[in-house]
Structure formats: C-alpha cells, structure tokens
C-alpha cells in the first residue's frame, strides 16, 4: 500500500486548470475520504468508484482510502474527477503502476456497472491540460467526447468506454491504443441552416442594406416597427452573411458551447457564427450567466463571435436590458459569486427588435392606435439611453404596400451574394488591422480612431457639427466612426469620405427611413 499520484482538470468559467489527485491507501478504520473543496456531485464520487470498481471485478481496499484533490484552494466542482480518483485507488492498492498514470490525464464520469460517460466541458479541459503539461500530453476521455477531444491536434488523445478496458491497458504497459477510424474522423461542423436566405425578405431595402453594413463590421442594430414588417426575418438571416469562424475563434466558441454542455452529438465543432434568441421572459443569470455553485455561461456568451437577438426588446425587464452594457463595450462579462469570480468571452452582434408602441398598431396603414404619447414614450423608454448609445445602427422598419413588394423583389439578394460582399469587406478591414489584436471595425478601440484610423477633416465635418448640437454624445462619435469605415470597405475605398459619414451618422439617428 503506497500513496499514487495523477492528474484530471477542473474547469473554471471556460479555464481548464491542472488539478493533481492523489489516493492513499493505508490502516485505519476501513472508509474514503474526500478533501479538497469537493462540491456535492463530487463528494458522490466515493459511490460511483466504490461499485465501477466492484462491478468490474476489482476489489474495493478494505482500509482507510484518502483521496485528495490539489491545490486544495481551488474549488472542484462535477463528475469528471471519477477516473482519476478511481485510477489513483487502483494505483495506490498496487493493481496499476504507479509510473503509467502519472503522466496522463484522466477525464469522465463513472457509470455503477464501470462505463465511463461523457462529461462537459471537455474541450476546454484538454486546451488547459495542453497549456500546463509538459511535453507530450496524453488526455483520456469517454468515448463519447472522442470527435470533441479530438479538435486539439497538438494532444495524444485515448478514448474509453469502460473501466475495465482502461485497467487492463494501464497494467499490460502497452503504447496508447490506436483509436478507431470512426472514433477521430474529421469531426463534422456546424452549418448554417440552408432554409434561411435574405432573400425572402422583401419590401425593405434600408433594412437589408443595414443587415449587411451590420455583417461587415460587427455592429449593432436596432429596427424599430410594426409586426410584420421583417423584423424577426432580417435578425434570423444575419448569420447567413457572417463567414465561417476561424479556427481559434471556433475553439473559442466550441468551448464555451461545451461547457454549458449545448454542443450537438452530430457536430462537436463550432464553425459557423452562433445565433441565440433568448425569450423576453429570461432572467438576468440566464443572459449574462450565473448559478449558485456552478458558474454556467448565459445568453451573451453563448452568442460569442455571433448573434444575441432580442425580440420585443421593451417586454424584457429593464434592469436585464441594462445588464448588456458592460459586454458591449468589454467584450467579456465576469460573473461573481460568493466562491469567487468567473470570466467568460461575450463578443457578439447586439440585434434588438421592438414595435413602436404596446398595441403595435400601425396608424400609416389606417389602423387605430390606442397609446397615448406618454404610453408610447414610457414603453420604449424601456430602452435606456446609455444602452441605445451602445447601439451603432438603427432603423425604422415600416409596412410595404403590395406594389412596393412587387416593385423590390427585383432588387432582393440572396445571402450567398451578399456574403461575398461582406467576406471582401472583411479581408479589407483584417489586412488594415494587421498586427493588432482586432479583426473588425467594431473592435477598434476608442483612443485609435482618433489617430491612426480617423478620417479625415472634411469627413468629419458632419458629425463634429452634430457633436457641437448636442444630438451625437461622444460614445456615438466612435461608433459612427467605426460604421464609417465599413461602409469604406464595402466601397472598396481606402479611407471614410463625407458619403461615409454621412450614411453612418444616418444610421446612428435613425433618420434612414
């Protein structure tokens, strides 16, 4: 009986952080013992491995079993620890050499009959254990995280169905199993959803043209109007114009998925920018994520490097609304708890549909409204200054008439067309922001827009006069600036001209129309 030593990972928000589990076996009153800050999921462990190992055919030590969890500060919450915690008993009972599972880390939750089941949050656990090991890092995970394992090419992944099937591979001492061809064929991404093309929205060419500019450049939106005049159409077709996400952003984006266990069986990489349409009734852990033990990512972050919809935006409690201000700007949002603080990446496109009043009645079209002014102004006062300030574009969405319709449908595009447009104006905006840590306009920092990216003195002319009026606050000042720049590479022109500006200070009034 001797003390053995292995490895596993604790996730922390979307950290994976080296956690060493070490098992002593030795006299005493017959019993385990769990230490280590170990939350409730955890402490069940004792049970799990107790009758996995039984159940396996492998005698459970009849002595006092210590099993603790290193660093002892950090809090270790979930399931994933049971194989380590099984594979350092066996080790310290001298079933397994201690030398062959020292080195490699063990991930996955064990089944009472000893199969080994998948578990969150693997991607994120291997991307840690690939960064604080040393060397070669070998990982081993349930056959069921094998396509999900399988994304970090740089570790030497071992997939398990059964405790069993582990043991015996340990104690022979052989070479990591070759996995199986279907285990580590390319794993299948994610695509967009083929029924959606904008084309099929109609009658709103302002709308469309802001879609795209919004696409471009990663900006906000705010369409304001009636009920079905496309609001919904338009936000659910933005993410057929974004191109696919690149490769650290779709590890990025696949972890915080993995984490908040959203990942689809069939598709374990996140390719394609996600879209997430919260209802107005959510709360605000369920936006910007929160739990009492365990820290889960929300609605921000899962829409990271994609789209945050927001229908009927005014229905959704005004103190949810403001809870979007801080990511907006930061681009991440940390969530505090009494057992600490958590970080998660939350770069996404805002998009936020409202109708104009409460009984969303249109009075162009002869309908009658009901609201009264001060109705109307409290119902989309909802929507505070500070957020709408954070909001880049908005437009007025009205109801076409059936000779409008007709007349635009010969001007509609489909996503495809617009897509390569929105493709080239990105590539502009990348070979420009070259050696920064920005990739679109909307990423340009405040302080460089007014130096290295300001245009010029002419161009700036109309929002400086509007900036004297007071109708552009500072904040506003920048993202025109930013709107400005996309519409220049949308142009293909090398600088902001005073069309630019003027289209982007459009947008930002909401005068377009």
Not at 237 to 242: G, S
Not at 260 to 285: C, K
Request: some cysteine; overall charge neutral; aromatic content about 4%.
């Amino acid at each position: 009986m001797a003390v053995a030593r292995t490895r596993s990972v604790a996730v922390i928000g979307v950290t994976g952080r080296t956690v060493e589990v070490e098992a002593d076996v030795g006299s005493g009153l017959a019993g385990i013992h769990l230490i280590g800050l170990p939350d409730t999921a955890l402490s069940e462990a004792r049970d799990r491995v107790r009758s996995a190992m039984v159940n396996s055919s492998y005698p459970w030590p009849d002595a006092r079993i210590i099993v603790s969890l290193f660093p002892a500060s950090l809090p270790k919450r979930g399931s994933q620890f049971d194989l380590a915690i099984a594979v350092a008993i066996l080790s310290a009972a001298g079933v397994i050499p201690a030398e062959r599972i020292a080195e490699p880390f063990f991930l996955g939750e064990l089944g009472l009959d000893g199969r080994i089941r998948p578990v969150r949050g693997v991607l994120p656990s291997i991307l840690g254990a690939a960064k604080h090991g040393h060397g070669d890092v070998t990982v081993v995970v349930p056959s069921g995280n094998s396509a999900e394992a399988a994304l970090v090419p740089s570790v030497k992944v071992v997939p398990v169905s059964h405790l069993r099937q582990l043991v015996e591979w340990l104690r022979k001492g052989e070479e990591a199993p070759e996995p199986r061809a279907e285990e580590f064929a390319e794993p299948p991404r994610s695509a967009a959803d083929p029924t959606l093309d904008l084309a099929d929205v109609v009658g709103q060419p302002v709308a469309r043209r802001a879609l795209e500019v919004c696409a471009a450049g990663g900006h906000n939106l705010w369409m304001l109007g009636p009920p079905g005049t496309g609001k919904t159409m338009l936000a659910e077709r933005l993410p057929t114009l974004l191109p696919d996400l690149e490769l650290d952003h779709a590890l990025e984006v696949t972890a915080i998925h993995s984490v908040a266990g959203a990942l689809p069986a069939n598709a374990p990489m996140v390719s394609r920018p996600p879209f997430v349409a919260p209802h107005h009734t959510a709360t605000t852990a369920a936006i910007v994520g929160g739990g009492s033990s365990v820290v889960r990512p929300g609605a921000v972050s899962l829409a990271h490097r994609g789209v945050l919809f927001l229908d009927e935006a005014p229905e959704f409690p005004r103190h949810v609304l403001d809870s979007l201000r801080q990511p907006l700007e930061s681009g991440r949002v940390t969530v505090s708890r009494s057992a600490g603080s958590v970080t998660f990446p939350a770069r996404f496109v805002l998009v936020l549909a409202a109708n104009p009043c409460p009984c969303a009645q249109a009075e162009d079209k002869g309908e009658t409204c009901t609201c009264t002014p001060t109705i109307r102004r409290r119902y989309l006062g909802r929507l505070s200054g500070p957020l709408l300030d954070r909001i880049d574009m908005k437009v007025t969405v009205v109801r076409s008439s059936r000779r409008e319709l007709l007349a635009d449908r010969q001007f509609v595009e489909s996503s495809k067309t617009v897509a390569e447009r929105v493709l080239a104006a990105r590539e502009r905006a990348a070979k420009r922001l070259t050696g920064t840590p920005w990739r679109t306009n909307a990423e340009i920092p405040a302080s460089l827009l007014h130096s290295d990216y300001r245009p010029s003195e002419d161009a700036m002319k109309p929002m400086t006069s509007c900036l004297d009026s007071g109708t552009l606050t500072a904040r506003g000042l920048d993202r025109v600036v930013r709107v400005a720049w996309t519409l220049a590479d949308l142009a293909d022109k090398d600088t902001p001209g005073q069309d630019e500006t003027n289209a982007a200070l459009s947008f930002w009034l909401g005068i377009n129309s």
